[in-house]
Protein backbone atom coordinates (compact mmCIF):
# COMPACT_ATOMS: atom_id res chain seq x y z
CA UNK A 1 0.00 0.00 0.00
CA UNK A 2 1.09 3.15 -0.95
CA UNK A 3 -0.41 6.73 -0.20
CA UNK A 4 0.13 10.10 -1.63
CA UNK A 5 -0.47 13.18 0.01
CA UNK A 6 -1.80 16.68 -1.87
CA UNK A 7 -3.19 20.06 -1.62
CA UNK A 8 -1.42 21.86 1.22
CA UNK A 9 -0.41 25.46 0.99
CA UNK A 10 -0.90 29.09 2.65
CA UNK A 11 -4.27 29.63 3.95
CA UNK A 12 -5.13 32.66 5.50
CA UNK A 13 -6.34 32.65 9.29
CA UNK A 14 -10.45 31.68 9.62
CA UNK A 15 -10.40 30.17 5.86
CA UNK A 16 -10.65 26.82 4.34
CA UNK A 17 -8.52 24.40 2.89
CA UNK A 18 -9.12 20.42 1.79
CA UNK A 19 -5.81 17.97 1.14
CA UNK A 20 -6.55 15.00 -0.45
CA UNK A 21 -4.58 11.34 0.31
CA UNK A 22 -4.98 8.52 -2.46
CA UNK A 23 -4.12 5.18 -1.94
CA UNK A 24 -2.98 2.66 -4.33
CA UNK A 25 -1.65 -0.77 -4.44
CA UNK A 26 -3.52 -3.08 -2.05
CA UNK A 27 -6.26 -1.00 -1.38
CA UNK A 28 -8.54 -3.50 -0.45
CA UNK A 29 -6.60 -4.82 2.72
CA UNK A 30 -6.68 -1.09 3.83
CA UNK A 31 -8.93 -1.02 7.16
CA UNK A 32 -8.50 2.52 8.30
CA UNK A 33 -7.04 5.78 6.83
CA UNK A 34 -6.17 8.96 8.66
CA UNK A 35 -4.48 12.36 8.99
CA UNK A 36 -1.58 13.27 11.52
CA UNK A 37 0.38 16.37 11.79
CA UNK A 38 3.80 17.57 13.09
CA UNK A 39 4.69 20.84 13.87
CA UNK A 40 8.15 22.15 13.99
CA UNK A 41 9.27 20.80 17.62
CA UNK A 42 6.73 19.11 18.12
CA UNK A 43 5.45 15.30 17.87
CA UNK A 44 3.57 13.89 15.74
CA UNK A 45 -0.32 14.20 16.25
CA UNK A 46 -3.58 12.71 15.27
CA UNK A 47 -5.89 14.66 13.51
CA UNK A 48 -8.71 12.53 11.84
CA UNK A 49 -9.14 9.07 11.03
CA UNK A 50 -11.72 6.81 9.16
CA UNK A 51 -12.44 3.29 9.00
CA UNK A 52 -12.66 2.20 5.35
CA UNK A 53 -15.33 -0.33 6.39
CA UNK A 54 -18.60 1.81 8.35
CA UNK A 55 -17.18 4.69 7.79
CA UNK A 56 -16.39 5.69 11.60
CA UNK A 57 -14.38 8.57 12.45
CA UNK A 58 -12.11 9.82 14.69
CA UNK A 59 -10.81 13.45 15.65
CA UNK A 60 -7.48 15.48 17.45
CA UNK A 61 -9.58 17.30 20.19
CA UNK A 62 -7.97 20.22 18.81
CA UNK A 63 -9.95 20.20 15.64
CA UNK A 64 -13.14 19.12 16.08
CA UNK A 65 -15.47 20.84 15.04
CA UNK A 66 -13.27 22.76 12.44
CA UNK A 67 -12.29 19.64 10.33
CA UNK A 68 -13.93 17.11 8.62
CA UNK A 69 -12.36 13.55 7.62
CA UNK A 70 -14.47 11.86 4.53
CA UNK A 71 -13.48 9.38 2.01
CA UNK A 72 -14.92 8.55 -1.46
CA UNK A 73 -17.03 5.63 -2.39
CA UNK A 74 -14.15 4.18 -4.16
CA UNK A 75 -11.90 3.85 -0.84
CA UNK A 76 -8.94 4.86 -2.59
CA UNK A 77 -8.91 8.59 -1.30
CA UNK A 78 -9.40 10.57 1.71
CA UNK A 79 -10.21 14.39 2.37
CA UNK A 80 -10.02 16.56 4.86
CA UNK A 81 -11.51 19.61 5.04
CA UNK A 82 -9.94 21.86 7.41
CA UNK A 83 -12.46 25.40 8.26
CA UNK A 84 -12.39 27.86 10.30
CA UNK A 85 -8.21 26.90 10.15
CA UNK A 86 -5.80 28.73 12.85
CA UNK A 87 -2.33 29.55 13.11
CA UNK A 88 -1.42 26.69 15.38
CA UNK A 89 -2.90 24.61 12.62
CA UNK A 90 0.60 25.22 10.59
CA UNK A 91 2.29 21.85 10.41
CA UNK A 92 3.22 18.88 7.79
CA UNK A 93 0.19 17.02 7.33
CA UNK A 94 0.88 13.26 7.24
CA UNK A 95 -1.65 10.67 5.56
CA UNK A 96 -1.82 7.31 7.17
CA UNK A 97 -3.11 3.96 6.03
CA UNK A 98 -3.51 1.09 8.30
CA UNK A 99 -3.87 -2.25 6.91
CA UNK A 100 -3.35 -5.75 6.90
CA UNK A 101 -0.26 -7.80 5.20
CA UNK A 102 1.77 -10.69 5.38
CA UNK A 103 4.96 -11.09 6.57
CA UNK A 104 7.16 -14.05 6.96
CA UNK A 105 3.80 -16.15 6.24
CA UNK A 106 2.11 -14.36 9.07
CA UNK A 107 -0.73 -11.49 9.41
CA UNK A 108 0.34 -8.65 10.30
CA UNK A 109 -0.80 -4.96 10.96
CA UNK A 110 1.11 -2.81 8.52
CA UNK A 111 1.28 0.93 7.94
CA UNK A 112 1.65 3.42 5.34
CA UNK A 113 2.98 6.82 5.54
CA UNK A 114 2.85 9.75 3.03
CA UNK A 115 5.73 12.37 2.38
CA UNK A 116 3.74 14.90 3.71
CA UNK A 117 1.88 17.85 2.56
CA UNK A 118 3.11 21.51 4.22
CA UNK A 119 -0.37 23.65 5.61
CA UNK A 120 0.54 27.54 6.63
CA UNK A 121 -1.69 29.59 8.35
CA UNK A 122 -0.83 33.41 8.31
CA UNK A 123 -2.46 35.44 10.75
Known amino acids: VQVVESGGGLVQAGGSLRVSCVASGSISSILDMGWYRQAPGKQRELVASITITGGRTTYGDTVKGRFTISKDDAKTTVYLQMNNVKPEDTAVYYC?????????????????WGRGTLVTVSS
Open 96 to 112: NAEFLGVVDGHDKYLEA
